[in-house]
């Protein structure tokens, strides 16, 4: 059998993060960030480890061209050794978002953006998987790109991500909640954190805080993220299904009518989920500004189960026929 391109690539971050682990008594996502590092500079950058230990990583590191991989290829494999980490680790916040939805998103946001150059943000970046999916999908356009995370080895690794795909990704290691001094972007994209938000005296600055209590990070995310976001500029979010069902949607209900049109809502297929409760939507909005005007309908979709070749293809055509349609 053939190995594919991601299985050889996949086999060098893992060998080689297992030898550093072994060696630097770390986790296996710190070896991973250590080995990525190591590929990226194309040297080997700890000093702490033996003559043997360095030895095995450099004949390793020269069996394989990182060139000559597409940054798919590269995500790919990435991904597939942080999730072997996770699952040694495991942190409840840190799903990954599933490739086939990273892919939808990049398609949505090339459809919805027709800039040759645009900003885009991601103010929940995590190890930097979706973004850089979505900018893998961005053919023929310059993005550039920010990233937030408050988690140190997460944004570790999602940095190094963007290095081996050779993205141009500005990130900051804070709180996406606190004050962001960044540019503003043409579009926001983001798997939402979703629970309660701890910092109570941060949350009393939104408008979407709670009247009582902890308030929902995910409100809270939404409103940061239009705060962060061009008139007339996009918002492409990860929603739970049951998000305008909780005892604080009427707020948020009223803060998105207030500030945004809804352009789409598109249910993701259950199949891709553990179960039921953890099903997600892609909900699209499009901040309000000087002569931007609502869609004639939102886009509503319901898809199939990804691998329902056929059904999906007919779901991808009514899309196309709804921006005809739109636009």
């Known amino acids: 059998m053939k190995i594919t391109p991601v299985e050889d690539l996949f086999t ?31 040297s080997i950058l700890q000093d702490e480890l033996s003559e043997l230990t360095v ?22 494999s990435f991904q597939l050794a942080i999730l072997k980490g996770m699952k040694e680790n495991v942190q409840p916040n840190h799903q990954m978002t599933p490739d086939a939805v990273g892919m939808l998103m990049g398609y949505l946001v090339g459809k919805f953006i ?40 997460l944004i570790k690794l999602a940095y190094i991500n963007a290095n ?18 960044i540019e503003p972007a043409d579009a926001v994209v983001s798997d939402l954190p979703v629970g309660y938000y701890p910092n109570d005296v941060r949350s009393a600055e939104y408008k979407l805080r709670a009247d009582e209590g ?8 939404i409103e940061q993220s239009m705060n962060h976001v061009k008139p007339g500029g996009y918002l492409f979010f990860i929603i739970p299904n049951g998000m305008f069902e909780s005892d604080q949607a009427p707020k948020l209900h009223q803060y998105i009518k207030d500030h945004a049109y809804i352009q789409g809502m598109m249910q993701l297929p259950l199949t891709l989920f553990k179960n039921e409760r953890a099903a997600k939507s892609i909900f699209i909005l499009q901040k309000k500004g000087e002569g931007i005007t609502p869609p004639k309908q939102a886009l509503l979709v319901n898809l199939p189960s990804l691998s329902k070749t056929a059904e999906v293809e007919k779901i991808l055509n009514k899309i196309d026929a709804w921006f005809k349609d739109s636009k």
């Open 114 to 153: 027709q800039e040759k150059t645009f900003r885009l943000l991601d103010p929940a970046v995590g190890t930097g998987n979706l973004l850089t999916t979505i900018m893998n999908h961005q053919k023929d356009k310059t993005v550039e790109a920010t990233g937030v995370e408050i988690d140190d080895l």
């Open 55 to 76: 030895k095995r990583l450099k004949k390793s590191y020269e069996s394989i061209n990182l060139s000559q991989y597409t940054n798919e290829d590269v995500r790919k």
């Open 164 to 181: 081996l795909q050779e993205h141009p990704i500005q990130f900051f290691n804070q709180d996406s909640l606190e004050p962001l001094f």
């Open 214 to 221: 902890h308030s929902y990070s995910h409100h809270l995310f």
């Open 12 to 42: 060098i971050f893992n060998e080689t993060a297992t030898i550093m682990q072994e060696e630097l008594q770390c986790t296996y996502l710190e070896a991973l960030a250590e080995t990525g590092e190591n590929l990226f500079h194309e």
